[in-house]
């Protein structure tokens, strides 16, 4: 299975702050098409994860600017600029190139 | 509006069975994979497995492939999850997703325990 390893596991941030999130694979999540189909979830508290960002780096509809996603084969990066308190919960990185899917184990957004 | 309500948790002794539902609404659900997620009390998220549109085709996690089985009703916009011989690491909330398209159910849980 492709482990994704999400660092850092928490992050305390203030509001306006910029933050970074990495997401490293096992394997390049590079598929036969040429497309990676690497993603990023956010859950917010006692809510279902919802996906911000797919392939790498567009943006789901509604999905404000200050998300960014960058990367490539093994290696992947969401960027926050300008927090703001709806953008605390839970962020997941999650691959769907290889079976099985799989997902980061999470890292934690929280007010400092 | 897409919507993916999930039914049929709750609590159960280990080696029972358990079937999920998952009604889909908002999209024409006969044109789309289906997958469930699940995700563990210490928030773990495990893709269960997916069902080809027309529900010929299916893939599991090769951990779940032998006590979960994934089919669905298109006449009725539904989705299932049988699982069986289940065991306390089995507890977890279930999702029905549509991943490809980003959307996920409001979760179910399952908890197993004697």
């Known amino acids: 299975d492709v482990v994704m390893t999400q660092t850092p596991p928490s992050l305390s941030v203030a509001i306006g702050q910029s933050v970074s999130i990495s997401c490293k694979s096992s394997q390049s999540l590079v598929y036969s098409d040429g497309k990676t189909y690497l993603h990023w979830l956010l859950q917010s508290s006692g809510r279902s994860p919802k996906r911000l960002i797919y392939q790498v780096s567009n943006l789901d509809s509604g999905v404000p600017d200050r998300f960014s996603g960058t990367g490539s084969q093994k290696d992947f990066t969401l960027k926050i600029s300008r927090v703001e308190a709806k953008d605390l919960g839970v962020y997941y990185c999650a691959q769907t190139t290889h079976f099985p899917w799989t997902f980061g184990g999470g890292t934690k957004l929280e007010l400092k | 509006e897409v919507q993916l309500v999930e039914s049929g948790g709750g609590l159960v002794k280990p080696g029972a069975s358990l079937k999920l539902s998952c009604v889909a609404s908002?999209?024409?659900?006969?044109?789309?994979?289906m997958s469930w997620v699940r995700q563990t009390p210490g928030k773990t998220m495990e893709w269960i497995g997916d069902i080809k549109y027309d529900g010929s085709y299916t893939n599991y996690a090769p951990s779940l492939k032998n006590r979960f089985t994934i089919s669905r009703d298109n006449a009725k916009s539904t989705l299932y999850l049988q699982m069986s011989n289940v065991r306390s690491e089995d507890t977890a909330t279930y999702y029905c997703?549509?991943?490809?398209?980003?959307?996920w159910g409001q979760g179910v849980m399952v908890t197993v325990s004697s």
């Open positions: 908002g999209f024409t659900f006969s044109d789309y994979w």
């Open positions: 997703t549509l991943l490809g398209a980003g959307y």
